[in-house]
Nanobody, 121 residues
């Protein structure tokens, strides 16, 4: 299983970025996590490949949108109204166990390399 995350960068507060995660195949669910310096990795959002059911962390709800493009085996994370607290390395990961609510990092099997998102104030 290969995961390629991309789309990070430097943006001003209030701006937007779209992250992409391209996988080598389809999975039960794909999630986005982030890790800021000195902090634990935290759940951001996930989406099931079948049915497109998605979940969001409260901190990003109504600002971030997760979606997928089946033909490209790609998951997107559209991030709007970014603020400096969103600064982190963002990782995508796959869940193939069929976990009902895969909201924790230990529920994921494979991880991408991460992409840096920096939001300036």
């Amino acid at each position: 299983v290969q995961l390629q995350a991309s789309g990070g960068g430097l943006v001003q507060a209030g701006g937007s970025l779209r992250l992409s995660c391209t996988t080598s195949g389809r999975h039960y669910a794909v999630g986005w996590f982030r890790q800021a310096p000195g902090k634990e990795r935290e759940f951001v959002a996930n989406i099931r490949w079948s049915g497109s059911i998605s979940y969001y962390a409260d901190s990003v709800k109504d600002r971030f949108t997760i979606s997928k493009e089946n033909a490209k085996n790609t998951i997107y994370l559209q991030m709007n109204s970014l603020n400096p607290e969103d600064t982190a390395v963002y990782y995508c990961a796959t869940n193939d166990r069929g976990t009902m609510f895969p909201l924790a990092s230990f529920m994921y099997d494979y991880w991408g390399q991460g992409t840096q998102v920096t939001v300036s104030s």
